[in-house]
């Protein structure tokens, strides 16, 4: 069936870097915008980033922008976030999501399960 | 950027009552706007998109109303399976955003 699997979370030292990586199946994932929401713990969703189906259109959280990058590789069925300068803030459960369309019209009707990120010396 | 609040932040029903959850946007946001259902452990499912259209395979006793500024999610007859946690999140513009959540526990 349509899945959407994150992989790469894990502890990290504040100011480092982690990428994540989210492996599409059974869907056009080239047809499709993407997107990662995060949850930190005991807490709401909190919206991240937003890709286009061909990569072209990028938009940030205010709270990540020039720290986080948001990529994919349409030949892989891949989306990943780059997330540099790590601080304890961003410790949560990153989620990547299926947008409705191409461009990022929303809402997400797939979801991953999650991966999860702990940023802590 | 657009603020979503959503009222109340937590409330206390039994089953087979009928449960209202209110989103007030602080921009209009005309009907883009759905409804995101969580349970613990799992990841939101789509309940509502574009205000009021129920998503494929979601229980007909959810239904959404509002456009603009204001929102409601509506639970006709409230079932085990829906003591959850609800987000609204808007989809107008960027950068998106999520309410902080209704959580919805048993009496």
């Known amino acids: 069936q349509v899945q959407l699997v994150e992989s790469g979370g894990g502890v990290v030292q504040p100011g480092g870097s982690l990428r994540l990586s989210c492996a599409a199946s059974?869907?056009?994932?080239?047809?499709?915008?993407m997107h990662w929401v995060r949850q930190a713990p005991g807490r709401g969703l909190e919206w991240m980033a937003v890709?286009?189906?061909?990569?072209?259109?990028?938009y940030y959280a205010e709270s990540v922008e020039g720290r986080f990058t948001i990529s994919r590789d349409n030949s892989k069925n891949t989306l990943y976030l780059q997330m540099n300068s790590l601080r304890p803030e961003d410790t949560a459960v990153y989620y990547c999501?299926?947008?409705?369309?191409?461009?990022?019209?929303?809402?997400?009707?797939?979801w991953g399960q999650g991966t999860t990120v702990t940023v802590s010396s | 950027d657009i603020q979503m609040t959503q009222s109340p932040s937590t409330l206390s029903a039994s089953v087979g009552d009928r449960v209202t959850i209110t989103c007030r946007a602080s921009?209009?946001?005309?009907?883009?706007l759905a409804w995101y259902q969580q349970t613990p452990g799992k990841a939101p499912k789509v309940l509502i998109y574009?205000?009021?259209s129920l998503q494929n395979g979601v229980p007909s006793r959810f239904s959404g109303s509002g456009s603009g500024t204001e929102f409601t999610l509506t639970i006709s007859s409230l079932q085990p399976d829906d003591f959850a946690t609800y987000y609204c999140?808007?989809?107008?513009?960027?950068?998106?955003?999520f309410g902080q959540g209704t959580k919805v526990e048993i009496k």
């Open positions: 999501g299926r947008d409705w369309g191409k461009h990022g019209s929303g809402p997400l009707d797939v």
């Open positions: 059974e869907f056009s994932f080239s047809t499709y915008a």
């Open positions: 890709i286009s189906f061909q990569g072209t259109n990028k």
């Open positions: 921009q209009r946001v005309g009907d883009w």
């Open positions: 574009k205000a009021s």
């Open positions: 999140q808007q989809y107008n513009s960027y950068p998106w955003a």
